[in-house]
Nanobody, 122 residues
Framework: VQLVESGGGSVQAGGSLTLSCVVSGDAAISSCVAWFRQAAGKEREGVAGFYAGGGATAYADSVKGRFTISHDNAKNTLYLQMNSLKPEDTAMYYC?????????????????WGQGTQVTVS
């Protein structure tokens, strides 16, 4: 099982980025998928999550209305569309997956993680 993120970069405030995460291996682990981020000196926090079983989504309050999570089942790829980016969105962004979950945005729910992609907003 491997999760590989891409799409990070540097952008000015107000700009947009789309992150991608390709999940290879057993597709069953993608029942719960989510994006997390970790800024320097801060704990990892949940940004957006998606439960493939019922299509439920969850977003952190700080990104509601600006970020959108989506999942392409055929490609087993997770996306995070980020609009109206703010300097406080600067962080390393990680995708995560697990076959089972209770709370989508809780890091301890996930056993499979990508290596991260850096997003810097100035």
């Amino acid at each position: 099982v491997q999760l590989v993120e891409s799409g990070g970069g540097s952008v000015q405030a107000g700009g947009s980025l789309t992150l991608s995460c390709v999940v290879s291996g057993d597709a069953a682990i993608s029942s719960c998928v989510a994006w997390f981020r970790q800024a320097a000196g801060k704990e990892r926090e949940g940004v957006a999550g998606f439960y493939a079983g019922g299509g439920a989504t969850a977003y952190a309050d700080s990104v509601k209305g600006r970020f959108t999570i989506s999942h392409d089942n055929a490609k087993n790829t997770l996306y995070l569309q980020m609009n109206s980016l703010k300097p406080e969105d600067t962080a390393m962004y990680y995708c995560a997956a697990d076959p089972l979950c209770t709370i989508l945005l809780r890091p301890s729910e996930y056993n499979y993680w990508g290596q991260g992609t850096q997003v810097t907003v100035s």
